[in-house]
């Protein structure tokens, strides 16, 4: 069984920056890739960022050129950071991996618990 564990998030104001990390412990074999997606109210989960082990970089629509997902050099860590933040931005952010608990080819999808983040002021 492997965990990821967020840490961040909280009350941030309108303009203003956060930076989420996120850490996979457990049975880990190894992480194909790592990154963040949120939830907020009434809306599906959808995609903030993500960034494969290699370094290449996935960002949804919604904050293109505002969120980053960086990888850690263990591969088992993963940090998001946003600026430029908004109230839509509102949301339970998830962090989530693709990653294997045995020399097989059999990938899996874990998630975080979640972390609140409040754009407010």
């Known amino acids: 069984q492997v965990d990821l564990v967020e840490s961040g998030g909280g009350l941030v104001q309108p303009g203003g920056s956060l930076k989420l990390s996120c850490a996979a412990s457990?049975?880990?074999?190894?992480?194909?890739?790592m990154g963040w997606y949120r939830q907020a109210p009434g809306n599906e989960r959808e995609l903030v960022a993500r960034v494969a082990a290699d370094g290449i970089l996935n960002t949804g629509d919604s904050v293109k050129g505002r969120a980053t997902a960086s990888i850690g050099n263990a591969l088992n860590t993963v940090d998001l950071q946003m600026n430029s933040l908004k109230p839509e931005d509102t949301a339970v952010y998830y962090c989530?991996?693709?990653?294997?608990?045995?020399?097989?080819?059999?990938?899996?999808?874990?998630w975080g618990q979640g972390t609140l983040v409040t754009v407010s002021s």
């Open positions: 989530w991996a693709d990653l294997r608990t045995g020399p097989t080819l059999i990938y899996h999808h874990v």
């Open positions: 457990g049975s880990l074999f190894s992480i194909r890739e």
